[in-house]
């Protein structure tokens, strides 16, 4: 069976003070149907960008190639009013900062029932109904009434709850969720991430997640894409991820969790040197080099081919091509 979404080579371009910034460079990925798949890495490595890139919403970026193929069709051979009807309706997004996302001026059961109305032709009092009823599937307290409320008067983790009944309001076949456990108490965070294990099994969706944090991707994640400076660097299932990291990349962003030995000390982190590198001027060759401790010649020349240390693997580093490894 085809997976639910391929991407193939995609690059997106933002103009920069000092000329072309790629956001995303060759990115390559798979999510199979069902799957919940991470795509994770620091800020600016190009996660986000990727993400809204499957619903071509990049603005005042632009997707300058690659594919994006979702349920057999490359979205991006699309006409607007057909990808009009993809947004919301075969793909739901939630997106990483739903009071910036959500209208002030408008009730939330307006907002939530707007798509039902676009893309099932509900009136608005069958819209408003609706709109109850996924209120309360995502576990929103007393839903009639919170239905009647603006955005400001909700804390942050109902404002995500509702972000979700939005994204969920015409039963997609693809949730994408930008970060949505960012800026929410642990408390909250597992609540979220509970609604979203219950929301997937119901529902029998499939799920991309963007995320920083690897207690989300232990906690949901199927299978990990770890991504830097634009590309993935390393893709795994998440238990084969954590037991046996293989890019130095993916093993420092662990070696920075917080932890407990076995005698209930915590242990010292480690952290990675240096930054994401600048996308508008990317180093030459790897582009962790400038930031790996197992740099060695070809790091600074040659960009690293992909290579498959171990089934339903694959790692672009110069430390797996038998032909340069030391």
């Given at each position: 069976?085809?997976?639910?979404?391929?991407?193939?080579?995609?690059?997106?371009?933002?103009d920069?003070?000092?000329?072309?910034?790629?956001?995303?460079?060759?990115?390559?990925?798979?999510?199979?149907?069902?799957?919940?798949?991470?795509?994770?890495?620091?800020?600016g490595?190009?996660?986000?960008?990727?993400?809204?890139?499957?619903?071509?919403?990049?603005?005042?970026?632009?997707?300058t190639?690659?594919?994006?193929?979702?349920?057999?069709?490359?979205?991006?051979?699309?006409?607007?009013?057909?990808?009009?009807?993809?947004?919301?309706?075969?793909?739901?997004?939630?997106?990483?900062?739903?009071?910036?996302?959500?209208?002030?001026?408008?009730?939330?059961g307006t907002?939530?029932g707007?798509?039902?109305?676009?893309?099932r032709?509900?009136?608005?009092?069958?819209?408003?109904?609706e709109?109850?009823?996924?209120?309360?599937?995502?576990?929103?307290?007393?839903?009639?009434?919170?239905?009647?409320?603006?955005?400001?008067?909700?804390?942050?983790?109902?404002?995500?709850?509702?972000?979700?009944?939005?994204?969920?309001?015409?039963?997609?076949?693809?949730?994408?969720?930008?970060?949505?456990?960012?800026?929410?108490?642990?408390?909250i965070?597992?609540?979220?991430?509970?609604?979203?294990?219950?929301?997937?099994?119901?529902?029998?969706?499939t799920?991309?997640?963007?995320?920083?944090?690897?207690?989300v991707?232990?906690?949901?994640?199927?299978?990990?894409?770890?991504?830097?400076?634009?590309?993935?660097?390393?893709?795994?299932?998440?238990?084969?991820?954590?037991?046996?990291?293989?890019?130095?990349?993916?093993?420092?962003?662990?070696?920075?969790?917080?932890?407990?030995?076995?005698?209930?000390?915590?242990?010292?982190?480690?952290?990675?040197?240096?930054?994401?590198?600048?996308?508008?001027?990317?180093?030459?060759?790897?582009?962790?080099?400038?930031?790996c401790p197992?740099?060695?010649?070809?790091c600074?020349?040659?960009?690293?081919?992909?290579?498959?240390?171990?089934?339903g693997?694959?790692?672009?580093c110069?430390?797996?091509?038998?032909?340069?490894?030391?």
């Open positions: 069976m085809a997976p639910l979404l391929e991407i193939r080579g995609l690059r997106v371009q933002y920069g003070r000092k000329g072309p910034v790629r956001a995303v460079d060759g990115l390559d990925l798979k999510v199979e149907h069902g799957d919940t798949y991470a795509l994770v890495g620091e800020s490595s190009g996660k986000t960008a990727a993400a809204y890139s499957i619903l071509r919403i990049v603005e005042p970026g632009r997707i190639d690659g594919r994006i193929v979702f349920g057999g069709r490359d979205l991006l051979s699309l006409t607007e009013k057909e990808m009009r009807k993809v947004r919301g309706g075969e793909i739901g997004i939630a997106f990483q900062e739903p009071g910036a996302a959500l209208n002030p001026v408008l009730k939330i907002q939530v707007e798509a039902l109305r676009i893309h032709g509900l009136s608005r009092k069958e819209a408003w109904a709109a109850v009823k996924l209120l309360a599937e995502v576990a929103l307290p007393d839903p009639e009434r919170q239905a009647g409320c603006y955005a400001h008067e909700l804390s942050g983790g109902m404002k995500q709850r509702v972000m979700l009944a939005i994204a969920l309001s015409c039963r997609p076949k693809l949730l994408v969720a930008d970060e949505p456990t960012s800026a929410l108490d642990v408390t965070q597992a609540q979220i991430l509970a609604l979203l294990r219950r929301l997937k099994a119901e529902h029998d969706l799920v991309l997640i963007i995320t920083h944090d690897f207690g991707v232990a906690e949901i994640a199927d299978r990990v894409g770890v991504m830097y400076a634009g590309s993935i660097v390393e893709e795994a299932s998440a238990s084969a991820l954590f037991a046996d990291p293989k890019h130095p990349y993916t093993r420092g962003l662990l070696a920075a969790i917080p932890e407990e030995d076995p005698a209930g000390r915590r242990r010292r982190l480690v952290a990675l040197p240096g930054n994401v590198p600048d996308p508008a001027d990317p180093p030459s060759g790897c582009r962790f080099h400038p930031r197992e740099r060695f010649a070809p600074e020349r040659e960009v690293p081919a992909e290579s498959e240390p171990g089934a693997r694959r790692v672009a110069h430390l797996y091509d038998r032909a340069l490894a030391r």
